[in-house]
């Protein structure tokens, strides 16, 4: 029970690699707040859940579970979101971004040809996003001089790919890597921690639908993985384990790629 005692908030909790996130930290003793654009989310690709709902699976394992619907690209609606969980909890410990993705490409999606309204929709869902959550955690960590918060950036936003495609998606990962940095240095004095996680091809309810797990697919990306296989969301939580618990208590402003070797640096 590492994380007896402490709050704990996911943002895009309520399917996928979020809500690995959300079950592994109730796992190790966390109450838990789901934030979701749509706490209903995991119906979308049949993940199925153990309980009617996140929160529900989270007070199963003898945690607090807490569903909240916010969109994190509203404002007014993330600072709302922590009075509750202050209001509700008293206390926020952790803070885990992982709302976003790279969700309705259009056909032309590159440098060049990338539409205006797609690149500031992918932009606000995995940059700003992550930006108005811990702008809203920051204060309640900082006077608590405790905190750790985990953004989520992609292999994505690493390295180019060798092509431009997914352009916006590429830069606003990008953007999280280097705001995780920015926010760091900031808060460190503080002893608020802040690291960021760059997953690679993991097989996520979502990522399984859209066919990553094909024979075809998954043959193609494994000749680029080192480990020979391709990840599931607990490899992404086993990591997100080490960086909200003292295994940590000595890094922040770092990125670490969960890829398999995809990204080597």
């Not at 109450?31 to 993940?47: G, H, P």
């Not at 869902?125 to 985990?150: D, E, H, W």
């Amino acid at each position: 029970m590492k994380l007896a005692n402490r709050v704990a908030l996911v943002t895009g909790g309520a399917r996928g690699l979020g809500r690995a996130y959300v079950l592994h930290l109730a796992r190790l003793g966390a109450d838990v707040v789901i934030n979701d654009v749509d706490l209903k989310a995991a119906q979308e690709y049949d993940e199925e859940l153990g309980a009617e709902s996140v929160a529900a699976e989270v007070e199963g394992l003898g945690r607090r579970g807490l569903g909240i619907e916010a969109d994190v690209t509203d404002k007014a609606a993330v600072e709302a979101m922590m009075q509750e969980v202050m209001g509700r909890f008293g206390r926020i410990d952790i803070l885990v971004n992982n709302a976003g993705g790279m969700l309705h490409a259009p056909p032309e999606n590159s440098a060049v040809t990338a539409p205006p309204d797609h690149y500031r929709y992918i932009m606000d869902i995995n940059l700003t996003g992550t930006v108005f959550c811990c702008q809203a955690a920051a204060p309640y960590m900082q006077a608590a001089r405790s905190g750790k918060i985990v953004n989520t950036a992609s292999q994505a936003g690493l390295w180019s790919g060798h092509n431009s495609g997914g352009m916006a998606y590429k830069v606003a990962k990008a953007g999280v890597v280097q705001y995780t940095r920015v926010l760091a240095a900031e808060l460190g004095p503080h002893n608020v921690h802040v690291n960021c996680i760059a997953p690679g091809f993991v097989l996520s309810s979502r990522a399984v639908a859209g066919g990553r797990n094909t024979p075809e697919v998954r043959d193609r990306l494994l000749q680029d993985i080192p480990l020979g296989r391709l990840g599931m969301p607990e490899d992404c939580a086993r990591v997100i384990e080490f960086l909200v618990t003292d295994l940590s208590d000595y890094v922040t402003g770092q990125c670490i790629p969960v890829c398999g070797g995809y990204v080597a640096f």
